[in-house]
């Protein structure tokens, strides 16, 4: 069944509950399981979408109706889920998109699926560069459109604009891109501090800590002072693309994720302390993904500090703003969210070359990056 189109929306399963979910079916919220039989097939697998639904839920691979991707060796064992990017609101890194699909891995690519107000997310496979576009295998069954990225979502712009997260699977180790190619927005200023503020890790590539990371599941997460549902304990809303660390037991923690009547003392990026519903959440470490479309609470809210992301991966954290063995604290992935505490305007500083800025992670981890590879969020 290799290289075999396969659609959420095929009669012979599009009315099938996904995973533990209670009315959510493939046909309306399957584009990632979809994307995923497609790869797992494509490396050697033999799964219809709902030989393969089943087999995930035999094997802890979902979160109520959320896929947990980093599954799929389960059902797939020659299959590994090799890396994961997330990419709102900035440029997606095309040069890591062209390397893995150089060393034989297939990404899957979250898009806005619609040039209508708010978040539609759909999950497709990008399977080869194709001048400024990609070719595609696209879950759902529309043949009256465009074939590749650009040319179906086109209306969001150019390629790394469309593209809103990405999911690297395929066999052995994923292929980087080299060093000379470090973000796809902008190239890197020819200095040897550069050549060192983003490069291939040989420590590990996320901050080692103990604590339990999490992210919200719906656009507009309510952040609370109390652990229950009142008008009156609102503290703010809080982007999908938050990364809140839990205040509580991390290992006892761990076992709440996603379950009904539970909620978790977080703080987020900013420093703010209060408590998030457990069943709108996911671990970051082993996040459960999806859908065809994004559900939103409310509008976040805005930023009250200077908080920045990361613009490539691997970009250095240091204990002083120069590059030096001594100085490297650890990796930062593409896209981790800083909170800038140092004083005065840091903000023209921001894709600055040869400028850094002091910052501290949602951990609490400070540190200097180069101020060159990061975007304001």
């Known amino acids: 069944m290799a290289d075999k189109q396969l659609y959420q929306n095929d009669p012979r399963w599009e009315n099938k509950i ?13 584009c990632l399981l979809t994307s995923m039989t497609m790869v ?85 496979v990008l399977t080869k560069r194709d001048g400024d576009d990609y070719q595609m295998w696209d879950p759902y069954n529309s043949p009256e459109k465009p074939p590749t990225l650009v040319g179906r979502f ?16 395929g066999c052995g180790a994923l292929k980087e891109p080299t060093a000379s190619k470090t973000t796809s927005s902008k190239p890197a200023p020819k200095t040897t501090a550069t050549q060192t503020a983003v490069s291939t890790p040989t420590a590990p590539t996320t901050e080692e800590n103990d604590a339990l990371i999490i992210a919200p599941t719906v656009n507009g997460l309510t952040l609370r002072d109390q652990p229950r549902i009142s008008g009156s304990n609102v503290l703010k809303y809080l982007p999908q693309s938050s990364k809140l660390v839990v205040l509580d037991d991390a290992a006892k923690a761990k076992t709440k994720v996603g379950k ?43 930023p009250t500090k200077l908080v920045v992301k990361t613009s490539a991966s691997s970009v250095s954290l ?33 894709g600055q070359k040869d400028q850094w800025l002091n910052v501290q992670t949602v951990t609490g981890r400070k540190g200097y990056v180069a101020a060159w590879f990061v975007t304001k969020v």
């Open 18 to 30: 996904m995973g533990f979910g209670k009315t959510e079916t493939i046909g309306k919220l399957g």
């Open 40 to 124: 797992g097939n494509h490396f050697g697998g033999n799964e219809t979408v709902a030989s393969f639904n089943d087999k995930m839920k035999q094997n802890d691979g979902f979160q109520g109706a959320w896929v947990r991707a980093f599954r799929i060796s389960a059902v797939f064992p020659n299959v590994s889920y090799q890396k994961r990017i997330e990419c709102d609101n900035q440029d997606a890194p095309l040069d890591e998109i062209d390397a893995a699909l150089e060393g034989g891995s297939l990404p899957v690519v979250r898009v806005d699926y619609s040039p209508a107000a708010g978040i539609q997310g759909h999950w497709v």
């Open 154 to 169: 086109g209306f969001a712009g150019s390629a790394e604009k469309i593209i809103q997260e990405i999911i690297f699977f």
């Open 260 to 302: 009904r009547n539970n909620w978790f003392h977080v703080r987020d990026i900013e420093g703010k302390e209060g408590y998030v519903a457990a069943w709108y959440v996911t671990a970051v470490s082993d996040p459960a993904l999806g859908s065809h479309k994004t559900s939103q609470a409310n509008e976040p809210s805005a």
């Open 318 to 350: 240091r204990t002083e703003p120069r590059v030096a063995s001594s100085t490297l604290i650890t990796y930062l992935p593409f896209g981790t969210e800083l909170l800038v505490i140092e004083s005065g305007d840091a903000t023209s500083k921001i």
